[in-house]
């Protein structure tokens, strides 16, 4: 193996695969980052046998081959490098490299490509393509709901459904629901039910940058998202996602339209009273606006927020980061909540959009 | 009390006296802020007892009076305010402070004034100006050296000598050693030998923002630094500093000149391979340059660093850490280093900058 790499391009190639990198892996091999040379590009893979990264960026080559590079060293040293051409050479079938910068010089001991496991590749039964504004949109929209309890891993992921050109993508870690509806350009023959895992969709949308489009494939047991240059691959959550649908209200007792940025600044500030991250806040619908409060053992806190409310009079206590996560999740000026009782699930969403939606459910006090 | 101030200038003296706040102390009412308003000036004030502060700033009057707030509460409170005039009320000797804003409102239970401990101020021996400017360059070209061992007070403290109008400004951790001389523009009666406290020197630079000139007032055992708006008063450190002037070397048999940023890197890079905060690296003067070297069970590296070597060949082993914080510090292009073997101290400085030295003292392995 031998070839020349600019720092930029080595260093991009790295923070692309570095995500699937398992640094604490039993497996010695898995800590490192397989680097492989061939026609005009070096492309790094990594993997911890769920999720698999690759990335190919442009590099002069003189020697085609691979070696796995440990990546304790090689990602902070890329950062380190100076801007001057890089070069990375093995001798032989040895998998000692020697990096070349300048005058100066690192040999890392790797290990031999040869152990790597292989990129899974999903033998495709269906391939779509997305506009990539559209897929971080949707991404964030729904992966805020997302569970991080690996003890129900279902929970853990984000459930792509799809219906002739109808798709539909749900979150949820049981208090809280995000439901997003899309187009997709080409249908498939059968209807598809997968419950894709959230770190993955993450990492893809981390690694997208400025690309234009990205193509999923979908076959039962694996999903790959390919950009121009980087290639995710990962499995399945195996398991039955809940039926959501009938957890979605359809009739409401009570509407509230606000200002989602004054809602949100206005819960901020009630949580400091009550003091932790998931605390509880009253939200109290009023003919003449929504009055958040908090009341603890050092004072209290009201806060009035001007809304139009419609319906009747409600007293529900959120938890806090539920409702500002639904709110955030929005990303428009203005909030329409649908409730219906003090103990049921309350739907928000922005004013007419009926591809979105967010549904959080209350929260009960120890007293009742 | 009861006064009406504008988000930003509440949030600026919060900040100003927070550091000074003891979150966890057995004594409740330190972990408040001491609010006092009086003549068109709201007076914040924080102690843990060693360290305090307090900022004056305009705020609009109606009733003089003080009171105690917690700051877990006041803190993140004043950030997260709307942009519009709040109002701070007590009623009567009440402890309970109403804090309005808008439409809502705010209500903490604070302590009582008459509780908090009053503001210590030295009564001055000596004080003396300094420009900001100047002060800060003074105090992040020494600070560096600081040991937090508390163990050994008199380590955590920066020496301050003065005599005539000449001061200096020692710190150490007995591993590294940091000096900076500099003018006053008065002289005190008699040679002035304090040890001040680190974290002290450090927040008064925190603090000082765009402020021109620092008045410094010292007695025996206390030390003042004030800002227009802002005055530090801290406990100095009983103790003898060691006698740091035998310490610095005089002759030498091996001078180094070399770009800062360009050994920096190096021994950040080879740092790297060594795998720790405090790792060693192997330091080698040659006719034609320094190389820098680290070796480990996982490959080898190696620096070459162009430079003016004079003198004989030296292999040093230094801590990186004391190395790059001794390089950074000198905030130049350029260093000079002065050497005289493989175990004794080594002097950093700017070239032809006589204000200023910097030591570090070569490490040696548990081979040796």
């Not at 260093?11 to 640094?23: E, F, G, M, T, W």
């Not at 979150?171 to 439901?179: G, N, S």
């Not at 319906?311 to 999740?329: I, P, Q």
Request: glycine letters at 6%; charged letters at 25%; proline letters at 6%.
């Amino acid at each position: 193996m031998k070839f020349l790499i600019n720092k930029e391009k080595l260093h991009y190639a790295i923070q692309n695969v570095q995500r699937a990198i398992s640094h604490r892996s039993p497996q010695p091999i898995l800590t490192g980052i397989m680097f492989n040379c061939a026609d005009g590009f070096l492309k790094l893979s990594a993997t911890d046998m769920e999720l698999s990264v690759n990335c190919s960026v442009p590099a002069s080559v003189s020697e085609p081959g691979s070696l796995v590079i440990p990546a304790r060293y090689i990602s902070e040293f890329s950062k380190k490098l100076p801007d001057v051409p890089i070069e990375f050479k093995t001798v032989g079938g040895s998998n000692l490299v020697t990096i070349r910068y300048g005058q100066s010089e690192l040999n890392i001991n790797g290990y031999s490509a040869a152990d790597f496991p292989a990129f899974p590749v999903p033998d495709g039964e269906f391939t779509f393509t997305i506009k990539a504004e559209e897929f971080k949109n949707i991404i964030k929209k729904v992966a805020y709901a997302l569970s991080t309890d690996d003890a129900r891993p279902v929970f853990t992921g984000v459930l792509l459904e799809i219906d002739g050109i109808n798709a539909t993508m749900v979150a949820t870690d049981t208090f809280r629901l995000a439901m997003k509806k899309f187009k997709l350009e080409s249908a498939p023959l059968d209807l598809i039910n997968v419950i894709v895992p959230g770190k993955t969709l993450n990492e893809t949308v981390r690694v997208m940058g400025s690309c234009e489009e990205l193509k999923i494939t979908l076959s039962s047991n694996y999903i790959m998202l390919e950009t121009e240059d980087t290639a995710i691959s990962s499995r399945l959550i195996p398991g039955r996602f809940p039926s959501y649908r009938q957890v979605i209200p359809d009739s409401f007792s009570c509407t509230v339209n606000a200002s989602i940025k004054e809602m949100m600044d206005a819960a901020d500030r009630a949580s400091l009273l009550a003091g932790e991250r998931n605390s509880l806040i009253l939200f109290q619908t009023r003919p003449e606006g929504v009055v958040i409060s908090v009341r603890s053992e050092n004072g209290w806190i009201r806060e009035d927020i001007p809304a139009f409310v419609e319906g009747e009079k409600l007293d529900v206590l959120f938890n806090v980061r539920y409702l500002c996560d639904a709110l955030r999740s929005c990303e428009d000026d203005e909030i329409s909540m649908k409730m219906t009782g003090t103990y049921t699930p309350a739907l928000l969403n922005p004013p007419g959009d009926n591809q979105y939606i967010s549904i959080i459910v209350p929260a009960r006090t120890s007293k009742e």
